[in-house]
């Protein structure tokens, strides 16, 4: 206890402030543990006062009580907020050193308040933005730029000025940091999606040469980072999957999914990626990570053998009926499984049904056209499946329709379900890009909704859809005719149309006849044509993106009372002939 008597003998001398921050600092609430709750708090009364103002306590005393009332874990509401506005209303007063101790200890007072504070020593230290090269500014070293990029990056603060300043500090101290916190830094610069704001070529040569520093931890979010940035060292990268390849065997499954996802992304090693894979399928493994897994092995297509890939995915459809997806995770598998064109029931069922909001439904049709003259109840509640699929972005809409056709499922769940989509993303035709409005305008089919999804007159309510999707087309005209890849399922479009397959009249009998020559010229095009398109206007972009030319000198030709200009300016326009008087200088 002789501690707390030196504290209580001293509590309102100038001696009881660095003593109390002095014991909090080295054993945080243990210090003051024969204390009950309202003894500290009698205590720290004593020490800072009711009122700051009272106290009148400097902006760097008040930094120190702040972060101690943090270590013994006090909670008084009021206090906190009059130390923290304190702090914030004279955070340029504060010196260097405190600005990452008062970082650290933020997020457990109020949100917002803290929220202005951080702002305001990020603002601090951005004001030191213009600082010679190596130099740390208004930051002590490296260590204390680290931590301030890290903290901002968890409350999403981005300030061009304090990163310009952390940068320089981190370029200059790199050799100081410990890999831990080089890797945290990466990622922590991730979150603000800017490469040009850290040093990572300093950072990557750094890692380089401490490789065998990096613990599982370190390495996942380093990868994790990078990915984000798109920014791909190849050396490193090297590097990091030889000691990855070093130690498989000790990995946890979640981290290997996120290196496969990483390493097939910057398609390093495919060798090593189907290794890790193996050893990753081979555990149970949550819905994030099963995501992650199909999401590689679509980028690992074309660089893999189709029947290796086919083996993978086998075995990993074997987790999904025991993970708990959410919507936008299982319409992510869903188009993964699209793209690999897996085509399996079983999980299909699972995935729809989340996407539906209801139980599984495990009977499915061999045959979209079973549907066209049967009628087809509702196996879900709409109200809850209209309400979840609102709450999901526009893209991620098109994205089930895209799957639920790229895998031919038919069942009365995709039809109502492809139903449901259609009426949400027929508001939001204009929104959409070219091949999103193509993707909708097919879902209107006969062969996808059946007659029995329109109250009456099915065929003129899919031709007022179609309708809207081509005019909605029509902003993407020169996209369109100079891209082949995206105007074949135009071409599709119109040739199911023309054919009667589509469940409407042809195309000549309900569009206008703008709207059919605009349909027309497209569906005509051919790929040649759509090449020469592409080019001319790549051509036309180079030119546009060019300095401008030089102009040269006019020539002069000198008369008693003119002066003749050809080739001359005026006003930053070209002229042929420019006369100019000599006396007067007036022009014509």
């Not at 972060?67 to 304190?86: D, E, G, I, W």
């Not at 049904?353 to 139980?359: R, V």
């Not at 007159?457 to 859809?465: G, I, K, N, P, S």
Request: proline content about 3%.
């Amino acid at each position: 206890m002789w501690f707390v008597c030196i504290v209580s003998c001293v509590c309102f001398s100038a001696q009881a402030l660095p003593l109390f921050v002095a014991l909090a600092s080295s054993g945080g609430r243990t210090s003051f543990r024969r204390l009950g709750d309202e003894q500290l708090e009698k205590l720290i009364q004593s020490v800072t006062g009711t009122d700051l103002e009272t106290v009148r306590l400097s902006a760097n005393e008040a930094a120190d009580m702040f972060c101690a009332l943090h270590r013994v874990s006090y909670r008084n509401p009021a206090l906190m907020f009059k130390l923290t506005r304190h702090i914030c209303d004279h955070v340029e007063l504060l010196a260097a050193a405190q600005l990452p101790k008062v970082a650290r200890v933020l997020g457990r007072g109020d949100v917002h308040e803290e929220y202005v504070l951080l702002h305001a020593i990020a603002r601090r230290v951005g004001a030191a933005a213009e600082v010679p090269e190596g130099s740390a500014g208004h930051l002590e070293n490296a260590q204390a730029a680290a931590l301030l990029v890290n903290v901002c990056s968890k409350w999403e603060i981005f300030d061009e000025e304090f990163l310009t300043v952390a940068a320089a500090a981190l370029r200059a101290g790199t050799a100081q940091l410990a890999v831990g916190q080089i890797c945290e830094v990466i990622y922590s610069v991730s979150a603000f999606l800017t490469r040009d704001a850290m040093p990572l070529e300093d950072f990557c040569s750094e890692l380089k040469q401490r490789i065998h520093e990096m613990n599982e931890i370190d390495t996942v979010r380093l990868l994790r980072g990078l990915q984000k940035l798109r920014y791909h060292d190849e050396a490193l990268m090297e590097a990091v999957a030889t000691i990855i390849l070093e130690a498989k065997a000790r990995l946890q499954p979640i981290s290997l999914c996120n290196l496969v996802s990483v390493l097939a992304y910057f398609g390093t090693s495919d060798e090593l990626v189907m290794a890790l894979l193996k050893t990753a399928i081979a555990n149970k493994l949550p819905a994030m990570s099963v995501q992650h897994i199909l999401t590689a092995l679509c980028r690992l297509q074309g660089r893999v053998s189709g029947e290796r890939l086919e083996v993978q995915v086998r075995k990993l459809c074997a987790h999904i009926s025991s993970c708990s997806f959410t919507p936008v995770q299982a319409m992510s598998s869903l188009a993964a499984m699209a793209k690999l064109q897996h085509r399996d029931l079983a999980v299909a069922s699972v995935l729809a049904s989340i996407l539906s909001g209801g139980q599984s439904y495990w009977r499915w049709a061999k045959s979209p056209h079973f549907f066209r003259s049967v009628a087809v109840k509702v196996p879900f509640k709409q109200q809850r499946c209209r309400r979840l699929l609102e709450g999901m972005e526009s893209s991620h809409c098109v994205d089930i329709l895209q799957s639920l056709s790229s895998l031919e499922l038919s069942s009365r769940l995709t039809v109502h379900l492809t139903s449901i989509l259609c009426s949400i993303l027929a508001p939001q035709l204009h929104e959409l890009r070219a091949k999103e409005v193509l993707v909708v305008a097919r879902a209107f089919s006969a062969e996808r909704m059946p007659d029995a999804c329109f109250h009456r007159d099915a065929w003129l309510w899919r031709e007022r859809a179609l309708d809207l999707c081509l005019q909605s087309l029509r902003r993407h005209e020169s996209f369109l005719d100079s891209s082949w890849a995206s105007l074949l399922p135009l071409k599709l479009l119109c040739l199911q149309v023309n054919t009667g397959t589509f469940g409407t009249r042809p195309l000549n009998q309900f569009l206008s006849p703008t709207l059919f020559s605009f349909v027309e010229r497209l569906r005509c095009l051919t790929e040649d044509e759509c090449e020469a398109n592409r080019l001319r206007r790549e051509g036309e972009d180079d030119e546009e993106n060019e300095a401008p030319a030089t102009l040269e000198e006019p020539e002069i030709f000198q008369g008693p009372i003119y002066r003749i200009l050809l080739g001359a300016t005026l006003q930053s326009f070209p002229v042929d002939i420019l006369l100019e008087a000599r006396h007067t200088r007036m022009q014509t």
